[in-house]
């Protein structure tokens, strides 16, 4: 049985961790890098595994490795080996299963909780390119290439050994039906796929989330669908529309309500904890199954969502 299959025959939610690479920049970490939070792998692992440890302690069932933009291209091209490439994509798992141990082996925390998980982040092609691709989704690879790609370090992560991937932040339906197709050479591996959307029907390539959905409906190592990395607002229509077309558990983890400019690499707007605990209520209403936050967000936000969730 998967992971996430097995958690919620018994539990009605899944609630997800928030940010990391914001997370650590409020820490004092400078992740203004093609490698961005992945940098940190090799600089000061330890500010990682904290960030987790708070997840876990604000109330995450699973936390998400900061492996979205680690791969064995872009380490490459700062001067790593492929072999030390490899290492620094598989300690991203270690950080986060070490994270987990030291939360878990705390008695106040084992009570009243499921043991939490470990979700190794497998980031689009657009983060490697580090110039906002993954919210646009251009970039003219095929298929094959794009298999390609992701095989090396997908290998290497699954090798760490984490319960599920999380496929993330995924612009293209090209790249969907890539990694979903290059999952079937790993049998018994699970993963989520969960999509940018620019809109409140589209993925960010202009492709329906509702086709996202379809199409990848009879993979069965695909285990819950979703979207992330998207403005909150959008999310209802998005919901309604994956609730239609699938029968698989949905995942739903954006952005504070921030605007991101990928060209200044500034956030603009404001967000509130509050306010994202509420709407994350009504999108557990509206059939999410697996709740978080991505850019922006943070362990208060995280921790509204498990005080209402104490109360389901």
């Known amino acids: ?23 650590l920049e409020k820490r004092g970490c400078d992740i203004n890098d093609t ?18 440890y708070d997840y876990f302690v604000a109330g995450a069932d699973c936390v998400i490795t900061s492996s979205y933009q680690a791969t064995i291209e872009g380490f490459v091209k700062r001067g790593y080996s492929e072999e030390e490439a490899i290492k620094l994509i598989q300690k991203s798992v270690e950080i986060a299963k070490k994270a987990r141990d030291d939360f878990w082996k705390q008695a106040k925390h084992s009570e009243n909780r499921l043991y939490p998980l470990v979700a190794a982040s497998v980031g689009p ?5 580090a ?21 090396p370090r997908i290998k290497a992560l699954i090798e760490a050994k984490p319960d599920i991937l999380a496929c993330e ?19 018994g591996v699970y993963a989520w796929v969960s999509f940018s959307a620019k809109n409140d029907l589209q993925i960010s390539d202009g492709s ?14 695909i285990v819950a669908i979703g979207v992330n990395c998207t403005p909150p607002q959008f999310i209802p229509s998005l919901l309604r529309e994956l609730v239609k077309n699938t029968t ?15 060209e200044a690499k500034e956030w603009y707007g404001e967000s509130s904890s509050d306010a994202f605990a509420c709407n994350a209520k009504q999108w557990f209403n509206q059939g ?17 969502i498990a005080c209402w969730k104490g109360k389901l």
């Open 1 to 23: 049985m998967n992971p996430i299959e097995k958690i919620l025959n018994s539990n009605a939610l899944i609630i997800l961790d928030g940010a990391l690479a914001t997370e």
């Open 35 to 52: 490698l961005w939070s992945a940098k940190i792998l090799a600089e000061n692992p330890n500010k990682i595994q904290k960030v987790h």
């Open 125 to 129: 092609y657009g983060a490697f390119l």
């Open 131 to 151: 110039d906002g691709s993954e919210y646009r989704g251009d970039y003219k690879l095929t298929e094959k290439e794009l298999m390609d790609f992701h095989r």
């Open 169 to 187: 932040t995924i612009p293209s339906i090209v790249e969907a039906r890539a990694i979903a197709n290059l999952l079937k050479e790993f049998p």
């Open 208 to 221: 329906l989330i509702s086709d996202c959905a379809k199409l990848l409906e009879n993979f069965d190592n």
């Open 248 to 262: 698989k558990p949905v995942v739903v983890y954006p952005n504070s309500g921030e605007t991101y400019d990928p």
């Open 288 to 304: 999410a199954k697996l709740i978080g936050g991505c850019c922006r967000t943070s362990p208060d936000d995280i921790k509204g």
